[in-house]
């Protein structure tokens, strides 16, 4: 190297004298290659015992030296650093034999040897060439090492460094939603790789190998987004991902029967970042029990009824099924038609009277009095006769109407006292009530057979009053006695119209 390239590296450049020249041109055939020495390895390091160039030619030309160096580095390093070399001279080759020649005047007096032509082979001459004694005032052969140790050192470092550089590259092959590139990373492991990349992934997506897996160069890592499928299973709707790229690869993934089944999408059609809907609706098999007959059939059918019409089976007017018609039919699922006939009718109903009682204290305790008659009203209904499957239903009311309301009945209550004894009702005008009641007739009965005697008793009166058969048969001393005893129970009540007679 040149001092300026000495200094390029930051290293001190150490001044040596040039080689004694030699007296002719044939010395330099002695040097004619490092190869032919016996022993050559000590020259893969530099040479032990100085340079081995060209006598007289530049001291840093250490062509071993370079050459074992070389072999460590990459081709640039390689290149770069010969081109600095210079070139050794190609000398024909001769055989030289070894005699004393006299030193040339500027030699300083010091004896030297030269070689001859001779036959004894070309290491006996190289060995003959290391005994040959230096001029006086010369460094020693070890020198030229010295000066050979700063660029070794230099190049050792710059051959380190690119090794290094070219291990830590590593050949990837990436392949990212299935599509594959080959890439040159120095990343350690796969996050590594995906960051410096710009590749996110989710929760949903799939990396292989798994991020944090160490990187060598060779490896592949495949990337899989995750896809959102809204997915309605046989009516049940849910929401899964898939790293699939189509829809049969999804169904394939989720595990979905697809035989036979209904889909809303082609099996082939792509499945995008964004996802899609997918209505699937496997084959199942379903009962339909019509008519006396069982049709057992396989079916991927929306609803009941779709199903019933792929049986075969036609549902007129009333007819409906034992299941709603709507719903989604079930594997093995068993679905019965009824066939139904019917007919409306309309039926009139009694409405009951409301009764209402009042207090009077005018009438004893016990004594009612009805003021107004209640009546009944009416109303129609309408009733839906049905024959299932031949088998008659009880009528179901679907409607009614009022045609007449009732009339209340009005009712008076006696709270009034008892008197201990009938004394209080001697005084009263009895043969004047008995004249209204019945003409004064012990034996009178009215015309609808229910009233008697002298005050008109009906027979459960008479009998509460203790009296025994019918009050028309009993004696008139003891109809009035009777009549007096219903006076203070309940007083003049019982004899509405002619109870008035009693005091006047």
């Known amino acids: 190297m040149s001092n300026s390239q000495y200094e390029t590296f930051g290293l001190s450049a150490t001044p040596y004298e040039p080689y004694e020249p030699y007296r002719t041109h044939e010395s330099y055939e002695a040097y004619e290659s490092y190869e032919s020495y016996e022993n050559p390895e000590p020259y893969r390091d530099g040479p032990p015992d100085g340079p081995v160039g060209p006598p007289g030619g530049s001291g840093d030309t ?24 210079p070139t050794e001279p190609q000398l024909p080759r001769r055989e030289y034999v070894q005699g004393p020649v006299a030193a040339p005047a500027d030699a300083g007096g010091a004896e030297t040897t030269l070689v001859e032509p001779l036959t004894g082979g070309r ?12 001029r006086r005032g010369t460094t020693a052969r070890t020198d030229p090492l010295r000066r050979l140790l700063p660029q070794a050192l230099v190049v050792a470092f710059l051959a380190g460094g690119t090794s290094a550089f070219v291990a830590s590259d590593k050949a990837i092959e990436l392949t ?23 590749v996110r992934v989710g929760p949903h997506d799939v990396v292989a190998p798994a991020p944090g897996t160490p990187l060598a160069s060779g490896d592949e890592v495949a990337v ?22 189509t829809v049969d690869g999804a169904l394939e993934q989720l595990g979905v029967r697809a035989e036979g089944a209904y889909l809303s999408a082609s099996r082939s059609r792509p499945i995008g970042r964004e996802g899609l809907a997918l209505d699937v609706r496997t084959e199942r098999t379903v009962t339909i029990m019509a008519d006396g007959r069982a049709r057992t059939i396989r079916t991927n059918a929306a609803t009941v009824a779709e199903a019933v019409e792929e049986a075969g089976i036609t549902l007129r007017n009333q007819d409906t099924t034992s299941v709603p018609s709507g719903s989604f039919p079930r594997d093995g699922q068993t679905v019965s038609v009824m066939r139904i006939t019917g007919s409306r009718e309309i039926r009139e109903e009694p409405i009951p009277f409301k009764v209402t009682r ?29 024959t299932v499957n031949g088998v008659k239903e009880r009528p179901r009311r679907m409607g009614a109407e009022v045609v ?15 008197p201990d004894s009938v004394r209080g009702a001697d005084h009263l005008n009895w043969s004047g009530l008995a004249a209204c009641e019945s003409g004064g007739r012990p034996a009178a009965v009215d015309s609808s057979g229910t009233y008697g005697g002298l005050y ?6 008479w009998h509460s009053l203790g009296g025994a058969g019918r009050p028309q048969d009993a004696p008139a001393r003891e109809q009035t006695m009777r009549a007096k005893k219903l006076y203070v129970r309940r007083g003049a009540a019982p004899w509405p119209h002619c109870g008035g007679r009693l005091h006047g």
């Open 62 to 85: 250490y062509r071993p030296a370079y050459e074992a160096l070389a072999d460590r580095t990459t081709q640039v390093s390689q290149v770069t650093l010969l081109s600095q070399a």
């Open 123 to 134: 290491a006996e001459v190289r060995r003959t060439s290391r005994r040959a004694p230096r």
């Open 176 to 198: 990212v939603d299935g599509k594959p590139r080959t890439l040159h990373t120095f990343a350690d492991d796969v996050s590594e790789l995906l960051r410096g990349e710009g």
């Open 224 to 245: 899989h987004y995750g896809r959102p499928v809204h997915l309605t299973l046989d009516g049940h709707r849910r929401r899964v991902w898939t790293t699939a790229a």
């Open 358 to 386: 009042t207090n009077d204290p005018t009438l004893f305790r016990g004594t009612e009095v009805v003021d107004r008659a209640g009546e009944p009203g009416t109303r129609r209904v309408l009733y839906l006769l049905r």
């Open 404 to 418: 007449r309301e009732p009339r209340t009945r009005v009712v008076r209550v006696g709270t009034k006292p008892r």
């Open 456 to 461: 008109q008793f009906d027979t459960h009166t």
